[in-house]
């Protein structure tokens, strides 16, 4: 083989890199990032995520040029510009890593007939998920739709070897020009977005300093997962959404451990290939719920609701922390996640398409497969949903889960002096706590939006009518 491309995509490093690893073969090799115009004004366009993106790159670009490689730029729509630069490369094949969403199948698809014009091929690979979701499949050869029988038959799966870094690379063929990246103005990222990317370090280095940090610490996560004060999970989350690491990799350490944190921990890892799953054989579920019943159903259309929800002005301190830290560090501890899902579709009864799309544009790891998943999971339309009649109750989460009240205390600090047993419920504090404590409700911290007790009466009774209607 002369010349190949590696177009990279949300796979933005070296190791274990099988799309890398087959392209390295060729004589010739010119790995491509191609800039989408979504990225900046897609309907989940995020200046966090672009941020990082940017910052990701750069790190990449230097450890190619470490091979004897570099990077090439591009913008423009993928099949225009990949048939381009496989002319000017006079390149035979085009190697990419599979992703699962409707946007990169359909994408790929038009790539793949754009240079097979040119009589190019389009090879993909397995370097997203841990197993190859695409032949995972029910006894009767459909997809999985519930979590517990997919994951047996996840684990059962077979595994690719991990790919080998590539140590040394060709470089690309005379002439061919290495373009440039949008500017960070263009791209819509500035100081602060820059700030909360650098947060979750950018980039493969950082992100298999992390990796190893958090296989240090994975034989006690399943006790630590849930306590949102201990801030103890992986925080892996941005690094495996932009490949800078590989979950395939991560997997493998993980089994080597085989202790039961280490279980519990590749358990989560095969949540993030259901969700894959999901949306591969679903994909009408980014814009429709996957249950019909509840299509019709009446959501609440309150922007003031909305807006306090977003900002962290409920007046129910955990859902306010949760809301506060994603603005903050364009992330949230999955706990509070799945309680602020909650409450918006459940006690403020608002659509949870409004909750998805504030996550992608504030998450670092927002990721339309499990944004998406975990969205209709919580507002109990999805696939394997949360039964709707099963509540989060804000309070009584708040006190199982962040017992002497760090997370709320790091987050709401307008409530650091409330005792611990009335953290997570000012408004039933008594007067002279309150007082005590330095706050007045309404002025230094809202009256809860809603009554959760009513709202839960009525949400389970709209959707008891929405799936019976
Ligand atoms: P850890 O607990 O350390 O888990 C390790 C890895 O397992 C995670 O990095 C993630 O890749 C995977 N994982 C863990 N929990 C889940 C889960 N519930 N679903 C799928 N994969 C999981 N995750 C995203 O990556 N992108 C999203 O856009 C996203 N949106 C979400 C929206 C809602 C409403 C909810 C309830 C959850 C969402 N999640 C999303 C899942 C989960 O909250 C995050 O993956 C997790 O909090 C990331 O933190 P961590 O890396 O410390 O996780």
Not at 283 to 289: S, T, V
Not at 404 to 429: C, F, I, N, Q, S
Request: proline fraction near 5%.
């Amino acid at each position: 083989m002369r010349t190949a491309i590696v177009w990279l995509r949300r796979d933005l490093r070296m190791n274990d890199n099988p799309a890398l690893a087959a392209a390295s073969e060729a004589e010739r090799i010119v790995p491509l990032f191609c800039f989408e115009r979504g990225l900046w004004d897609g309907r989940h366009s995020s200046p966090n995520r672009n941020a990082y993106l940017l910052a990701s790159l750069r790190d990449l670009d230097a450890d190619l040029r470490s091979t004897g490689a570099r990077l090439h730029f591009r913008s423009g729509d993928p099949a225009v510009v990949l048939a381009r630069l496989a002319t000017e490369a006079g390149a035979e094949v085009v190697h990419v890593n599979r992703d699962h969403t409707a946007h990169s199948r359909a994408r790929d698809q038009r790539v793949g007939r754009a240079l097979a014009d040119g009589g190019v091929e389009l090879i993909g690979h397995n370097g997203i998920a841990c197993a190859e979701i695409a032949r995972i499949e029910t006894g009767s050869g459909g997809p999985y739709r519930v979590f517990t029988p997919f994951y047996r038959a996840w684990a059962r799966a077979g595994r690719r070897e991990l790919a080998k870094r590539p140590r040394r690379l060709a470089g690309a063929p005379s002439g061919v020009g290495v373009g440039s990246p949008p500017t960070k103005e263009e791209m819509g990222v500035d100081a602060r977005a820059e700030r909360i990317a650098g947060g979750f370090g950018p980039g493969e280095t950082a992100a298999r300093r992390a990796m190893r940090r958090a296989l240090e610490r994975a034989d006690a996560y399943h006790r630590v997962r849930d306590l949102a004060g201990d801030d103890a999970t992986t925080k892996l989350s941005p690094q495996l959404h932009f490949g800078t690491i590989s979950a395939r990799e991560l997997e493998t350490e993980l089994l080597d451990r085989g202790t039961k944190g280490a279980t519990e921990l590749r358990r989560q890892l095969a949540w993030r290939d259901f969700w894959l799953n999901v949306i591969r054989h679903f994909p009408g579920n980014r814009e429709l719920e996957y249950d019909e019943r509840m299509r019709g159903m009446r959501w609440r259309t309150s922007d003031r609701d909305f807006e306090a929800w977003c900002e962290g002005r409920t007046g129910v301190p955990w859902i306010d922390a949760g809301m506060r830290q994603l603005r903050e560090e364009g992330w949230m501890h999955n706990r509070v996640r799945m309680a602020v899902a909650s409450y918006l579709t459940k006690n403020l009864r608002l659509h949870w398409r409004r909750g998805e799309a504030h996550f992608m544009a504030h998450l670092l790891d927002g990721d339309e497969s499990q944004n998406n998943g975990n969205w209709q999971w919580a507002a109990s339309t999805g696939a394997d949903p949360q039964p709707y009649f099963r509540i989060f109750n804000p309070v009584k989460q708040q006190e199982k889960f962040d017992p002497d009240g760090t997370y709320v205390r790091r987050w709401v600090p307008e409530l650091a002096d409330l005792p611990d047993g009335h953290l997570g419920a000012p408004w039933e504090a008594p007067p002279e706590v309150l007082a005590e404590a330095g706050i007045a409700l309404g002025d230094d911290y809202p009256e809860p939006l809603v009554d959760l007790k009513d709202s839960r009466a009525e949400a389970i009774e709209r959707f008891g009518e929405a799936r019976g209607g």
